[in-house]
């Protein structure tokens, strides 16, 4: 249960909060360019951070004003010998490639993304020593009962990386936290995935089609990744060496697409919202595993409601 304080604040305060903790860390940041890593990127820079950018190998990166750079690299050596130079760091590997259904062109970028590239951070942080990483994976990797059973390549490459990163921490001296993701939404959303889509579909007064009413879906404001990720980096500076922790980010209470729906009726009644399938049971659709062990030391602070709220009456511009 929220207290009055933490319920208050839902509704007025959308702006991720940086723990104290994290003051004396650099806080090295992969896929700085995505959507998470770029909340993630301008939360630590209000603040008054200086975030340290790593981008891919052999890649010149574009200055992000405030920011540290990391310099070209050619491998994991390369990019240990930056880390070194840094004051306490901490990894948040928050780069990947998704696809969720892959054809055979896509395989090299889905290697190269979720689990080439991720190898190599592993590889240089345990050459710099001792470098806690978060290394954000995705619930797709679980079924609804909790066994490991990805639902598609992307989700079966993140599966390897954390599987990865678990023999990093036992054969070098590394530990880290792999943070499991559900859907999110809010702020600017380009991906293309169902949130944005329909707040596409909204500002361009179109309705909006989708498949299923009864499809599970377990929804974070950005705020509350934001945050747990932060969350995370302070839980992996805390564990034993050669300890990795599996933690998942969720919100209170998993709904259906259709649920969505109704909310966004009273929210945006002039949106228009149908769906092929009524059902508002369907034992056949993947489901989320409601009982993965949530990450320590963090709760989700925005109502789905409010959420959702800002994100399609406000502009949610951040």
């Given at each position: 249960?929220?207290?009055?304080?933490?319920?208050?604040?839902?509704?007025?305060?959308?702006?991720?909060?940086?723990p104290d903790t994290l003051a004396n860390h650099t806080i090295c940041v992969t896929g700085h360019g995505g959507y998470v890593g770029r909340h993630v990127v301008s939360t630590l820079i209000s603040a008054g951070h200086t975030p340290f950018l790593i981008g891919r190998i052999d890649t010149v990166q574009t200055p992000v004003a405030g920011a540290a750079m990391a310099a070209p690299w050619s491998d994991a050596h390369a990019l240990s010998r930056q880390l070194m130079t840094l004051d306490a760091p901490v990894v948040l590997n928050i780069a990947g490639h998704f696809v969720s259904r892959h054809s055979a062109t896509d395989i090299p970028a889905l290697v190269s993304g979720?689990?080439?590239?991720p190898l190599t951070i592993f590889e240089a942080a345990?050459?710099?020593?001792?470098?806690?990483?978060?290394?954000?994976?995705?619930?797709?990797?679980?079924?609804?009962?909790?066994?490991?059973?990805?639902?598609?390549?992307y989700a079966q490459l993140k599966a390897a990386n954390a599987q990865t990163l678990e023999y990093y921490a036992r054969t070098r001296a590394l530990r880290g936290v792999n943070l499991k993701l559900n859907d999110t939404f809010g702020g600017k959303d380009t991906r293309g995935k169902v949130m944005?889509?329909?707040?596409?579909?909204?500002?361009?007064?179109?309705?909006?089609?989708?498949?299923?009413?009864a499809q599970p879906i377990n929804l974070l404001h950005i705020t509350d990744v934001v945050e747990g990720l932060f969350a995370?980096?302070?839980?992996a500076t805390q564990l034993p060496l050669q300890t990795v922790d599996t933690a998942f980010l969720m919100h209170d209470e998993t709904v259906t697409l259709g649920a969505i729906s109704e909310l966004l009726a009273d929210i945006v009644p002039e949106f228009a919202i149908d769906f092929d399938d009524r059902r508002h049971e369907d034992s056949s659709l993947r489901g989320v595993w409601?009982?993965?062990?949530?990450?320590?030391?963090?709760?989700?602070?925005?109502?789905?409601?409010?959420g959702l709220r800002s994100y399609f009456t406000r502009g949610d511009p951040r």
């Open positions: 249960m929220l207290s009055l304080k933490r319920r208050l604040m839902t509704m007025s305060h959308f702006s991720p909060v940086v979720n689990l080439e590239y345990a050459d710099a020593g001792d470098t806690p990483i978060v290394n954000v994976g995705t619930s797709w990797e679980f079924s609804d009962k909790g066994t490991p059973t990805p639902a598609n390549l944005g889509a329909m707040r596409d579909a909204w500002l361009a007064g179109r309705s909006m089609q989708l498949r299923s009413w995370a980096a302070q839980r409601a009982d993965g062990p949530r990450l320590m030391q963090w709760e989700p602070r925005v109502t789905l409601e409010a």
